[in-house]
């Protein structure tokens, strides 16, 4: 299980997608989220929806990545749809199983789990899109970038960037090392995965420490190592990538404020609502 | 002739601060000079010392006592810190706890990143740092799927992307399966001949330190003996002495000899020893 977690991982490639600037990537990450909360509307919600799936396609993702993305959230997902098909006793009713009890499926909770739903995995695809097409490094250079004004209330930027690099970069290394630690102590008889939810978290503490320790011991190992390479503080660094907004980017500006907007004026302009909207229900 | 001295250790103590009131020293009053382009291997048990003398060399540690000189600087004054890491690299043991980025083209561009170098200067560097080890065609691979072997090439391109006069690899293949190993010492031998790079190998794999122009040995924080291979490994009883082994194919030599082969001294590398049975065969 412990393998599946795919944060910050990155698949190179040469899409459009990938060559896209990062802090381009970023900016319309944060401004699709803002829309997608937002929108209240289910035409504006699909076009959203519609706009990250083809993002997907363009970047030629393997289909089985993005499924372990949003299987890594599937609990959420699942867990929202239920809350909202029992609690929300908005419409009409759908469904009575149990007559003498309070209980039914409305429409109204019918249609608001499916919306959650494909805004919550509308969001995850194209979060994920955006680790999966980055490199690390380049996506906390955009980072470090688009934070530089903070720099102004004398906040180390660069620092902070470095720390997300080298945690992105040893994500897969420790992942690595909770197997072996799990595996070695399974092999002297701790008992990981059976028993009580409460001696199942107390067997964990038998993989954390040893996990603890190591960790502070690449630490300091790292550092050593950061130093023969003459990193300082990092504040006359130069970069092998530099980043400059191309026409691409431009363009993809372009389009995704045509699409947002498109999805907002639906979402807000009476006449669209009545006009497509009401008649669905 | 100091200028062809690149490193220079002057009666060198160091002492780790907490074993301070054992007053128990890592190295004891080291004193060699390395000349430029030599082929150093170092050679010692486990916690001889040696690895000390790695951190020692490029201002990770600056001695407790005596001076350690790199083409003339002195590690210890502030200001030669960074200059004595641009001409001496360090590569450690574990690859894994070296590499800073997870892409391997970007984390051979950390060091010359480091050094404010334009654009075009790091990315020349980086290709000609990868060639020189090969993993040119790795270059937009991510460096946790690599093998232990390539992880090392990298980390080793790392430090040759900022161009050292030399390079110090503390015990670079203890953590790494024979394929590795070979690949490893390959790609150093290459950068010592081809290159003109500098090397000091420390290890403790005997058979490392066959093709070196000298040998120091370390024992108890001491350097015991310097000497050609010829001469290290011509005194089974001394490399005993500190905790050493012969390398396997003059333990081999020895054991032919003891069933009544005639074999001339100092033989020991395989090729030499085939070359040899096989003149005697003919011969016969």
């Not at chain 2, 170092?42 to 003398?53: E, F, Y």
């Not at chain 2, 024992?219 to 396997?248: H, K, M, W, Y």
Request: glycine letters at 4%; one cysteine or more; aromatic letters at 8%.
């Amino acid at each position: 299980m412990i393998k599946d977690i795919t944060i910050g991982q990155f698949f190179p490639g040469s899409s459009p997608i990938h060559k896209l600037d990062p802090r381009a990537k970023i900016l319309i990450l944060l401004v699709y989220i803002i829309t997608l909360f937002l929108v209240k509307n289910f035409f504006s919600l699909l076009l959203l929806f519609l706009f990250s799936f083809i993002c997907v396609l363009i970047s030629k993702i393997s289909a089985k990545s993005v499924w372990k993305s949003i299987r890594a959230l599937i609990f959420i997902v699942i867990f929202t749809a239920v809350l909202q098909i029992v609690y929300n006793k908005n419409g009409t009713v759908l469904l009575k199983p149990f007559p003498q009890f309070d209980f039914c499926i409305t429409s109204g909770g019918v249609f608001t789990a499916v919306f959650l739903v494909l805004r919550i995995i509308a969001l995850i695809l194209l979060s994920s899109l955006l680790t999966y097409t980055t490199s690390p490094t380049m996506l906390t250079d955009a980072i470090e970038r688009l934070l530089s004004p903070l720099k102004l209330f004398h906040i180390k930027v660069h620092s902070l960037a470095m720390m997300m690099t080298i945690a992105l970069r040893f994500i897969p290394t420790l992942i690595r090392e909770i197997d072996i630690i799990m595996s070695a102590q399974k092999a002297r008889g701790a008992k990981l995965d059976a028993g009580k939810f409460g001696e199942r978290i107390k067997a964990l503490i038998s993989v954390f420490v040893p996990l603890f320790v190591s960790s502070f011991r690449r630490a300091a190992e790292l550092a050593v190592a950061m130093e023969c390479r003459c990193y300082t503080d990092g504040a006359n660094r130069s970069r092998l990538k530099v980043m400059r907004f191309a026409l691409r980017d431009y363009l993809a500006f372009f389009i995704c404020a045509v699409i947002f907007a498109g999805a907002l004026v639906v979402n807000y302009v009476p006449l669209c609502q009545s006009l497509l909207f009401e008649r669905v229900i | 002739m100091e200028q062809d001295t690149l490193l220079k250790f002057e009666n060198v103590s160091y002492t780790y601060e907490e074993e301070e009131e054992n007053n128990r020293l890592a190295v004891r009053n080291i004193s060699f000079e390395i000349k430029k382009g030599e082929f150093i291997v170092v050679l010692g048990h486990n916690g001889s010392g040696k690895s000390t003398i790695a951190k020692l060399s490029n201002s990770i540690y600056l001695p407790t006592s005596g001076r350690v000189l790199v083409d003339g600087m002195d590690t210890s004054v502030e200001e030669n810190e960074i200059p004595c890491r641009k001409k001496i690299g360090v590569v450690f043991q574990n690859p894994d706890n070296q590499i800073v980025a997870s892409i391997v083209e970007e984390d051979v561009a950390f060091g010359p990143e480091n050094l404010n170098l334009p654009q075009k200067e790091i990315r020349a560097r980086v290709d000609e740092a990868l060639k020189a080890v090969g993993m040119y065609e790795y270059r937009l691979h991510e460096t946790h799927r690599l093998s232990g072997g390539q992880k090392q090439r990298v980390a080793i391109a790392g430090i040759i992307a900022m161009r050292p006069a030399g390079i110090v690899l503390d015990e670079p293949t203890a953590m790494l399966d024979p394929k590795g190993r070979a690949d490893i010492l390959e790609t150093v031998h290459t950068l010592n001949k081809e290159l003109g790079m500098t090397v000091v190998l420390i290890t403790h794999f005997m058979e490392e330190a066959l093709h070196a122009d000298r040998i120091f040995v370390i024992n108890d924080a001491v350097v015991e003996r310097t000497g050609t291979p010829d001469e290290i490994f011509s005194d089974a009883a001394f490399l005993e002495t500190c905790g050493l082994e012969l390398p396997d194919t003059a333990k081999l030599c020895l054991l032919l000899k003891k069933r009544g082969v005639s074999l001339p001294d100092r033989i020991f590398t395989p090729e030499a020893l085939i070359e040899e049975l096989v003149r005697q065969t003919e011969r016969a």
